[in-house]
C-alpha cells in the first residue's frame, strides 16, 4: 500500500500527458496544466479539484474530466503502448509482488515492532518473528523496484542482535513494463 498511490498517480500524469501532447500535435504537455495551476496558486487563489478539472476540460475537454474523475474512484489506468514516445511499446512480463511478509506499517513507526508476520512467506522463512524489534531504517524504494534485491534487516530479539536477510518477494503477477522498440534507430527517437 506505501506506493499504490505513487504509482497510481505517475501513471494518471502520463496518460495526461500523453493525450494532451497528442490532441494538441505536440504544442501542449502535461507542463501547460501544471504551470496553469501554480499560475493560480501565485495569484491568491486556493486550488481545489475544480481548477484541475477546468484545466483537464481547456485541453482535453469533457473526457479528460471524466477520465480524471474515474482514476479518483480507483478505476484502472493504463498509458497508451506509445505514452512515453514512438520508440518504446508496452509489454506485459510475470514479476514476483513485493511482498514485506509483515505489517508495512512497522518500518514507519519509531519503534519497529514486527507483527503481521505471514504465514510461508519469505519473511518468515528466513526466521523473522513477530514481536522481533527493527533497529535500523529500512529504505525500500530500491528494494521494491528490483527483482532480485535482497532485504536485510539488524533484528533484536530477546536481548539478542541477529541480521536476517531474505528476498521480499511473493506471487508472481502480469504486470505492464516499457520498453526500447529496438528496430527504431536512436537518432529517429526524438531525444
Avoid at 105 to 133: F, M
Wanted: proline letters at 5%; hydrophobic letters at 35%; glycine letters at 10%.
Amino acid at each position: 500500500m506505501r506506493t499504490i498511490a505513487y504509482d497510481r498517480g505517475a501513471l494518471y500524469f502520463a496518460i495526461v500527458d500523453d493525450e494532451v501532447r497528442k490532441a494538441s500535435r505536440g504544442k501542449h504537455s502535461l507542463d501547460d496544466l501544471m504551470l496553469g495551476i501554480l499560475e493560480r496558486q501565485r495569484s491568491g487563489k486556493e486550488i481545489d479539484v475544480a481548477d484541475w478539472e477546468e484545466l483537464l476540460r481547456q485541453y482535453l475537454g469533457q473526457p479528460g474530466v471524466e477520465r480524471f474523475r474515474a482514476f479518483m474512484r480507483g478505476e484502472l489506468e493504463v498509458p497508451a503502448s506509445d505514452a512515453f514516445g514512438r520508440c518504446f511499446r508496452r509489454i506485459t512480463k510475470p514479476l514476483r509482488r513485493y511482498e514485506l511478509g509483515f505489517e508495512p506499517a512497522v518500518l514507519i513507526e519509531p519503534k519497529r515492532i514486527v507483527r503481521g508476520l505471514v504465514a510461508g512467506s519469505a519473511a518468515e522463512q528466513a526466521g523473522v518473528r513477530n514481536g522481533d524489534e527493527i533497529t535500523k531504517p529500512i529504505p525500500q524504494d530500491r528494494i521494491q523496484g528490483t527483482q532480485g534485491q535482497k532485504l536485510t534487516l539488524a533484528i533484536r530479539r530477546a536481548g539478542k542482535d541477529l541480521t536476517i536477510t531474505y528476498l521480499p518477494r511473493g506471487e508472481v503477477v502480469s504486470a505492464y513494463q516499457w520498453e526500447r522498440i529496438p528496430e527504431i534507430p536512436e537518432a529517429a527517437c526524438g531525444h
